[in-house]
């Protein structure tokens, strides 16, 4: 539901929804109501949705949702070091998180796949904050670093996907 001055606006909305695929965004052609049904065989493990909200046309605008499939048998533990996932502003502290993920079977740290992965990083609005070509070159591991937050402003979030 889309809202101004805390009531609902209901008149002359449009709606444009998106999938977070392997290297970013991706137009779901056909997708524009208000909501969306997210079918099992739509994602493996997780997956992320992007809606943009249009009012005559004009973006008033943007959330993003994730949905998991908890019958998948695997999943991504994305081994993050440091462990807290925490970069500091002072420029004397921590200034990077490293990913090196693994695919595990659901429920336990059993290594399931060699793969590599995909990795997006991106803002609270979905922005990206790597490269077209890193986020479309399969790696082992990716860096999220202080530069990163500071482009976004603060909160940075990273996609992981498998190549396999």
Request: net charge negative.
């Amino acid at each position: 539901m889309a809202y101004q001055s805390g009531a609902a606006i209901t008149k002359n909305l449009t709606y444009q929804w998106e999938k977070m695929g392997a290297s970013g965004w991706e137009v779901l052609t056909g997708k524009t109501t208000q909501t969306l049904t997210v079918a099992e065989a739509d994602i493996n493990t997780y997956g992320e949705y992007r809606v943009t909200v249009f009012r005559d046309g004009a973006e008033i605008g943007k959330d993003i949702q994730g949905v998991m499939d908890a019958s998948d048998p695997y999943d991504i533990d994305p081994h993050p070091s440091p462990e807290d996932e925490a970069i500091t502003e002072d420029t004397s502290g921590n200034g990077q998180v490293t990913y090196t993920p693994v695919v595990v079977k659901r429920g336990t740290n059993t290594k399931a796949l060699n793969t590599l992965f995909y990795f997006v990083i991106k803002d609270a609005a979905g922005v990206y904050l790597n490269s077209q070509n890193d986020r479309e070159t399969a790696k082992a591991s990716c860096a999220v670093t202080r530069a990163h937050c500071m482009q976004a402003g603060g909160d940075v979030s990273i996609t992981i996907t498998a190549q396999d």
